[in-house]
């Protein structure tokens, strides 16, 4: 099968009770990958329903990367298969879900929803940065065995640290306990790169992360409409065609 097929009957949809399936990609650009395709299969997304967010990766990690949101976790693999078909080479990729945090309990029903069911990329917030996280289990120091109220106390102190950013940084933490390697993956959005070295810098001192966090590889770039990604993806080098 090649090329995105957006019309096709797919099986019944598999959704969360609330909120978002995500779904994180990175590829390398292969030899021959065809940059028109992968603005086809992203377009045949959209038209589904699926949000996609195109990232230009910094680093040797990957070349570009995608953040996709959809309550139908079929749509999101057919993304997936209609990106698999472009040429790209993945190199990695992280699925979670939206959610609301077990110490939200007083959050604003508004907050609530913008946490399920956020709208993306935020404008303005070019800079982007993806990492995957876990809360320590070590013998000295284990998150899940620490009483609910003082974890609730942790996990207040280190939101407060995290609104200090509000307006320069947007934070979308969601989890996936049983769907990953890690137990959360947290995506930003920022207006400038610092701003995220200053939050992640920033949070780390608070004793929820300092003592039981523990973090997975960092995925760092910017947010590019994807037909400009593309076109600067596949445009030729001083010596010719890259």
Known sequence: ????????????????????????????????????????????????????????????????????????????????????????????SYVSLTEVSEYAAGVPEELKQHRLYP????????????????????????????????????MHEHGSSGRNFSGRVLQVVTGSTGIDDFEWGVTLFAARPDDLKDVVYTLRYDRASAIYAEFGPFYVGMVTPLEDLVSLLAAPGPDGPS
């Open 1 to 92: 099968m090649s090329g995105p097929a957006g019309s096709e009957r797919a099986p019944e949809p598999v959704t969360p009770s609330v909120g978002l399936g995500v779904l994180h990609l990175f590829y390398r650009l292969g030899d021959g990958w065809r940059g028109e395709t992968v603005v086809e299969s992203v377009r045949a997304a959209a038209e589904r329903g699926t949000q996609v967010v195109a990232v230009a990766i910094l680093g040797h990690k990957a070349d570009l990367g995608f953040m996709a949101l959809d309550a139908d976790l079929w749509n999101l693999r057919l993304l997936q298969r209609d990106l698999a078909a472009t040429g790209l080479e993945a190199v990695a």
């Open 119 to 154: 709208q993306l990329p935020p404008p303005g917030k070019p800079a982007w940065c993806f990492y995957p996280m876990s809360k320590r289990r070590g013998e000295q120091h284990n998150w899940f065995t620490l009483p609910f109220e003082e974890r609730r106390e942790l």
